[in-house]
């Protein structure tokens, strides 16, 4: 048994702005959760969904970092694919969609 098979892997993802970053598992768990009170304005259906929408994106960053430790561990690459495991390069052109989905900031001043 290698680390790879007992670590919870996570990875982080959040809003354009940073109001909302949530820390996913791979499976899509949801380990922490962080949210600036400005985005408590958009009632509790936004929030939610943007939440949902940030534990996707985590869950899939995690899974490709999943597929970085199999891959250093041997398994083929056919195997990963068989698995779902995406790649970082997949994971990261899918960041770049979603940028034209996700809202500027209504202002890059945080409050003090």
């Given at each position: 048994?290698?680390?790879?098979?007992?670590?919870?892997?996570?990875?982080?993802?959040?809003?354009?702005?940073?109001?909302?970053?949530?820390?996913?598992t791979?499976?899509?768990?949801?380990?922490?959760?962080?949210?600036?009170e400005?985005?408590?304005?958009y009632?509790?259906?936004?929030?939610?969904?943007?939440?949902?929408?940030?534990?996707?994106r985590?869950?899939?960053?995690?899974r490709?970092?999943?597929?970085?430790?199999l891959?250093?561990d041997?398994?083929?690459?056919?195997?990963?694919?068989?698995?779902?495991?995406?790649?970082?390069?997949a994971v990261?052109?899918?960041a770049?969609?979603?940028?034209?989905?996700?809202?500027?900031?209504?202002?890059?001043?945080?409050?003090?």
């Amino acid at each position: 048994m290698t680390d790879s098979d007992t670590t919870v892997v996570s990875a982080v993802s959040g809003t354009r702005s940073g109001s909302v970053t949530v820390r996913a598992t791979e499976l899509g768990l949801p380990i922490g959760i962080a949210i600036d009170e400005r985005e408590l304005r958009y009632g509790g259906g936004a929030l939610a969904s943007t939440i949902l929408q940030q534990c996707v994106r985590a869950s899939a960053a995690a899974r490709a970092q999943r597929r970085a430790l199999l891959a250093e561990d041997g398994v083929p690459a056919e195997v990963l694919d068989r698995l779902g495991l995406p790649t970082r390069a997949a994971v990261a052109a899918e960041a770049n969609e979603n940028l034209a989905e996700d809202s500027a900031p209504t202002s890059w001043l945080k409050q003090v």
